[in-house]
């Protein structure tokens, strides 16, 4: 059976629904410290649960037979500012409880999240290569590079089957934006069909790695299907996909919406964008797992536009 713990995050409400069309309802356990949308929650089971306490994860894995687990529980970019150590423990703690669970055998596979968070402003921006400098400037971006240096600490020293992806920002209208600081190229669309304008809180021209859900997912899954001889890399694969800024996102929308307006009004998420690449190398994970993204900005724009539509 697979657990989600996070499920009902941005990726881990996708993820849910996508692994039990795949596996069958019943074989997907979701869980998060709160209730999710009624598409979760109405399709199979469901348990509330603290990720940072070790013990009630147990009980899940045993009580339903776990042997997959999908950690997706994080506090991210923005809030993780707000609340530095609150971010840090419940990012680290969660982590090291599904770790120690798959060092002592009571699950048998973990897919843990990372993010282009990782990388800094010491980092070659453009086309950022798997192995590179990694200097990160916010809570969360060194939560994750720490937790990328402990999944494969785990997998050499105890021979735990962790895998990992850097995660672009992800795209996706299934769940309101949730504390990221690419959440601006979320919320955007949600104003353009709302209020036909929207106030950027990045800089016209800031360039930032991005991807739309379906291909987090459907890059997710493979990941995790893949043969274990051909995850290389135990830390974290680098996941490329598209590269925007705000002004050219606007601009692809205002090709559905032409009376839609654009504003900027940089706060301090703006310092977070700065620190980031621009765009990402993912010649790693093509090689070693096949990946390949399939929605450009076009084809997410109609996507994220007829999604919500669907939704109101
Ligand atoms: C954030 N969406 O903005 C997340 C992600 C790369 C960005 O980690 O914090």
């Given amino acids: 059976k697979i657990l989600i713990i996070g499920a009902c995050g941005?990726?881990?409400?996708?993820?849910?629904?996508?692994?039990?069309?795949?596996?069958?309802?019943?074989?997907?356990?979701?869980?998060d410290i709160r209730e999710g949308n009624e598409e979760l929650m109405n399709s199979g089971p469901f348990e509330t649960l603290d990720?940072?306490?070790?013990?009630?994860?147990e009980d899940i894995v045993l009580h339903h037979e776990v042997n997959e687990v999908?950690?997706?529980?994080?506090?991210?970019?923005?809030?993780?500012?707000?609340?530095?150590?609150?971010?840090?423990?419940?990012?680290?703690?969660?982590?090291?409880?599904?770790?120690?669970?798959?060092?002592?055998?009571?699950i048998t596979k973990v897919f843990w999240p990372s993010s282009i968070a990782v990388f800094g402003p010491s980092t070659p921006k453009t086309n950022t290569p798997q192995t590179t400098v990694m200097e990160p400037t916010t809570v969360y971006g060194i939560s994750k590079q720490t937790g990328e240096r402990w999944c494969e600490y785990y997998h050499n020293k105890y021979g735990v089957d962790v895998r990992s992806i850097r995660y672009p920002g992800l795209i996706?209208?299934?769940?309101?934006?949730?504390?990221?600081?690419?959440?601006?190229?979320v919320e955007i669309y949600?104003?353009?069909?709302?209020?036909?304008?929207?106030?950027?809180?990045?800089?016209?021209?800031?360039?930032?790695?991005?991807?739309?859900m379906d291909d987090a997912i459907r890059a997710t899954i493979s990941i995790m299907e893949?043969?274990?001889?051909?995850?290389?890399?135990?830390?974290?694969?680098?996941?490329?996909?598209?590269?925007?800024?705000?002004e050219e996102i606007a601009a692809v929308i205002k090709n559905?919406?032409?009376?839609?307006?654009?504003?900027?009004?940089?706060?301090?998420?703006q310092e977070i964008a700065d620190s980031w690449p621009s765009s990402i190398d993912d010649t790693e994970a093509q090689n070693d797992w096949n990946w390949k993204h399939e929605?450009?900005?076009?084809t997410m724009t109609k996507a994220m536009l007829n999604g919500l539509k669907s939704l109101s």
């Fill in 190 to 212: 949600h104003k353009a069909l709302e209020e036909k304008a929207y106030t950027s809180f990045l800089s016209k021209n800031t360039a930032l790695p991005m991807m739309f």
């Fill in 295 to 298: 929605f450009d900005l076009n």
């Fill in 226 to 246: 893949a043969p274990a001889e051909a995850i290389k890399i135990r830390s974290s694969y680098n996941l490329g996909g598209i590269s925007f800024t705000p």
């Fill in 51 to 57: 990720a940072t306490n070790y013990k009630a994860i």
């Fill in 172 to 185: 996706s209208y299934k769940t309101p934006p949730g504390g990221g600081t690419t959440d601006y190229a």
């Fill in 256 to 269: 559905e919406i032409p009376e839609f307006k654009i504003d900027y009004a940089p706060d301090f998420r």
């Fill in 10 to 31: 941005q990726i881990g409400t996708e993820l849910t629904l996508a692994l039990r069309k795949k596996h069958g309802n019943q074989q997907v356990i979701a869980s």
């Fill in 70 to 106: 999908y950690l997706m529980a994080a506090m991210l970019s923005a809030t993780a500012e707000k609340f530095p150590m609150r971010g840090w423990h419940l990012n680290m703690d969660s982590l090291f409880n599904v770790l120690n669970l798959a060092k002592d055998k009571k």
